[in-house]
Nanobody
Framework: QVQLVESGGGSVRAGGSLRLSCAASGSIFRFDVMGWYHQAPGRQRELVAI???????NYADSVKGRFTISRDNAKNTVYLDLNSLKPEDTAVYYCHARITYPAYDYWGQGTQVTVSS
C-alpha cells in the first residue's frame, strides 16, 4: 500500500517562504510522475507543479519563478519550495503520484498553507 505523507505547511506573511515535503512509503522511482496540487476553499483542486522520473519539471503559470519542485530519490521524498508567497497561495497542498501502467493515482492527506497580507 502506497502512502504519501506531506509535511511543512504553516502560516506565513506575504513574501515569506515554506518548504513542503512529501515522503513516500517505498521507492519513488516506481512513479512516472509526482507533483503537488492545491485546493483553496470553494475551488477545485489545481496543479501546482510536477516532476517526472527523469527530473523534467513543469509549473502552473501562477507559481513560475516562485516555486520549485525537486526530488531526492535516496530519501523517497519530493519537495516543493514556496518563495515570495502571496495571500492567493493560501490552500491545502496535496502530494500526488502517478503510475501510468496500470494507471493509478495516489494522494497524500494534504497540508495547509496560509499566507497573510
Amino acid at each position: 500500500q502506497v502512502q504519501l505523507v506531506e509535511s511543512g505547511g504553516g502560516s506565513v506573511r506575504a513574501g515569506g517562504s515554506l518548504r513542503l515535503s512529501c515522503a513516500a512509503s517505498g521507492s519513488i522511482f516506481r512513479f512516472d510522475v509526482m507533483g503537488w496540487y492545491h485546493q483553496a476553499p470553494g475551488r477545485q483542486r489545481e496543479l501546482v507543479a510536477i516532476i517526472t522520473r527523469g527530473g523534467i519539471t513543469n509549473y502552473a503559470d501562477s507559481v513560475k519563478g516562485r516555486f520549485t519542485i525537486s526530488r531526492d530519490n535516496a530519501k523517497n521524498t519530493v519537495y516543493l519550495d514556496l518563495n515570495s508567497l502571496k495571500p492567493e497561495d493560501t490552500a491545502v497542498y496535496y502530494c500526488h503520484a502517478r503510475i501510468t501502467y496500470p494507471a493509478y493515482d495516489y494522494w497524500g492527506q494534504g497540508t495547509q498553507v496560509t499566507v497573510s497580507s
